[in-house]
């Protein structure tokens, strides 16, 4: 989201003066004409974790550990184990959000 013009034309354009200069009008098409642009689908929709078991709750801790897994040697069977225990994890977890952003949808729809 676009929420601080500075911030947004660096990330976007990269140093004024060295990489662009500013042309509102033409920016604003660009943005607004742009490819990459789309409508979301979820803007403004809020996770509700009141109902979250500890299982639930627990899937960031387990998944930290396999962060860094692409800098060892065993990375292959790091992988795995990561799939295999991360994936049983979070199937909870992902239901549950699944059921939350189809009930959100529906309540987008209506409007």
Do not use: C, P
């Amino acid at each position: 989201m676009h929420t601080n013009e500075k911030y947004a034309n660096l990330l976007v354009h990269g140093t004024e003066g060295d990489y662009y200069s500013i042309n509102e009008k033409q920016q604003k098409y660009d943005l607004y004409n742009s490819a990459a642009r789309h409508d979301s689908v979820l803007l403004g929709f809020q996770i509700n974790s009141d109902n979250f078991t500890y299982e639930m709750r627990r899937v960031k801790s387990i998944s930290e550990k396999y962060l860094d897994i692409w800098k060892e040697d065993n990375f292959v069977e790091l992988y795995q184990e990561a799939r295999e225990v991360v994936g049983e994890a979070s199937k909870e977890l992902i239901e549950e959000l699944e059921r939350q952003i189809e009930e959100w949808r529906m309540l987008y729809e209506r409007e």
